[in-house]
């Protein structure tokens, strides 16, 4: 899948480091082999766990990729027909030029996609205001206004990014942090024509580096380049 892979590059670009704190670093006294030696396990550990936060990364973005280019394959080409394009009942068999989508079927194909990604817990795909079209959680899909997210504002306001790592969300049912991977879908003449989203619970996360077997005192964090915090070992209910 060529395309999946050359889809891979931007995310490396998203993340700074999977930053790695050793409390041992911090102990007044220690030796200098020995504060090198921290230093130096600190540093693999930190590369090993970037790789990982990346590679989770990258298989939902599989995903995404996989619906934008069904929507692109439909013949959508404008922001005006986008929730029309995905809205038309299908009737019949798709055709074999331009594949019928219907949002009953997209619900259905994200519902499948998202039994094979235990990293996610929804995907959905939102217009270019930001508005759900479709989502696998439930058909008819619930609306929601998303427009004030801050994936949708990059996506929008930037042509040139192709995915974006949302700032952590609290979920106002049962208050637990969650991280948004987005993919913009463009038309034809590079405009937005609508957003593919993938729902990654940041518990996920701290339940992984928790697997590994850290030095005591170990602190891990994955920051966005701008800075933000999206997810922190052990559990900070503040992210």
Do not use: C
């Amino acid at each position: 899948m060529p395309g999946h892979k050359r889809g891979l590059a931007p995310l490396g670009a998203l993340l700074i480091v999977v930053v790695v704190a050793m409390a041992a670093l911090a102990i007044m006294g220690a030796r200098k082999h020995a504060i090198t030696q921290a230093q130096q396990i600190s540093g693999n550990l930190g590369a090993l766990l970037a790789e990982q936060t990346l590679r989770t990364l990258q298989g939902v973005d599989v995903a995404l990729q996989t619906t934008a280019e069904q929507i692109r394959a439909a013949g959508i080409a404008s922001p005006d027909a986008f929730r029309p394009g995905l809205d038309k009942p299908v009737v019949g068999n798709p055709g074999r030029d331009k594949p019928a989508l219907g949002s009953e079927r997209m619900h259905d194909a994200l519902a499948d996609q998202l039994k094979s990604l235990p990293q996610a817990t929804a995907l959905a795909v939102l217009d270019a205001d930001g508005k759900t079209v479709v989502s696998s959680l439930s058909w008819p899909t619930v609306p929601a206004d998303l427009s004030d997210r801050d994936f949708v504002r990059t996506l929008r306001a930037h042509p040139e990014i192709a995915i974006h790592v949302g700032a952590p969300e609290r979920s106002p049912a049962g208050g637990a942090w969650s991280i948004v991977l987005a993919r913009r879908v463009s038309g034809p003449n590079g405009k937005l024509l609508g957003i593919v989203v993938a729902s990654l619970p940041v518990r996920y996360f701290e339940q992984f580096y928790q697997a590994i077997a850290l030095m005591d005192g170990a602190k891990v964090s994955i920051v966005r380049r701008d800075g933000t915090r999206l997810a922190h070992f052990p559990h900070d209910d503040d992210v």
